[in-house]
């Protein structure tokens, strides 16, 4: 799922919740995405069917966070971390982690950081900066700046 439409990664959330219910094997991405889904109860109802989860509406006016996207985040940090991709973001969440001691925890820290990084790119219409992302990152894990 590289770059998978809004209905696509909200399939993907709904079927991996299904399946964890359902007890069913789970794929390495599933898995993922099920210790999330577990991390986040308040996640569940919106998984639980898909047709409405296709429709509902998570705009900023509604007042609801919507559980996609954050899952859909936790996802892309847990990869970033493992491939340290931007170069870096290993080192500032296990700084977040020294300080936190709670990996959910240092993941919402990352997690600032990541849609500040978006935030700032969509405003500017620019690439996300990567290196602003980690520096960001650092700072919030009281880690030096790099040279």
């Not at 340290?84 to 959910?104: E, K, N, S, T, V």
């Amino acid at each position: 799922m590289f770059n998978p439409t809004k209905d696509q990664v909200r399939a993907f959330f709904c079927e991996t919740w299904r399946k964890l219910q359902a007890r069913e094997i789970l794929t390495p991405l599933e898995n993922l995405a099920a210790r999330w889904i577990t991390e986040h109860p308040e996640y569940h109802s919106d998984l639980a069917d898909l047709q409405q989860a296709q429709s509902a509406d998570y705009s900023p006016e509604s007042g609801r966070t919507n559980p996609f996207l954050h899952l859909s985040m936790h996802l892309s940090i847990s990869e970033q971390v493992q491939a340290d991709q931007p170069p870096g973001i290993r080192a500032a969440f296990d700084g977040l982690l020294a300080r936190m001691q709670d990996p959910h925890a240092a993941q919402h820290e990352l997690m600032e950081c990541l849609g500040e990084m978006l935030w700032a790119a969509q405003r500017s219409n620019t690439a996300p900066d990567g290196a602003a992302y980690v520096r960001n990152a650092r700072r919030r894990a009281g880690l030096p700046e790099l040279n």
